[in-house]
């Protein structure tokens, strides 16, 4: 059963910058798309960015493109997802997911997400 584990989370001002990490248990990991999401409190979960099997196409939302960068280093299993420019609205858990496809912005198509890591970006 593949397990990913978020980290890097935690509490930063505007402007600042955090980077996420995912770390993923599969010895297949790199034929593996993985996407970030992120939920706010109330609000839907949202697609973030997401990484295909080489980390040769990405794909962002348009509230972070240009801010946000994902990135992955399958011999360490891991992808990360770096948050520079951060405003208040970023604020929520981001949630990395991973699906044995092409890359997807669509929640419902990733069978495997991990446990999220919070973010808070004060104004």
């Known amino acids: 059963q593949m397990q990913l584990v978020e980290s890097g989370g935690g509490l930063v001002q505007a402007g600042g910058s955090l980077r996420l990490s995912c770390s993923v248990s599969d010895r297949i990991f790199s034929s593996y798309a993985v996407a970030w999401f992120r939920q706010a409190p109330g609000i839907e979960r949202e697609f973030v960015a997401t990484i295909n099997w080489n980390g040769g196409t990405t794909y962002y939302a348009d509230s972070v493109k240009g801010r946000f960068t994902v990135s992955r280093d399958n011999a360490k299993s891991t992808v990360y997802l770096q948050m520079n420019s951060m405003k208040p609205e970023d604020t929520a858990d981001y949630y990395c997911?991973?699906?044995?496809?092409?890359?997807?912005?669509?929640?419902?198509?990733?069978?495997?997400w991990g446990q999220g890591t919070q973010v808070t970006v004060s104004s």
């Open positions: 997911a991973a699906r044995l496809a092409g890359s997807s912005s669509k929640g419902y198509e990733y069978p495997y």
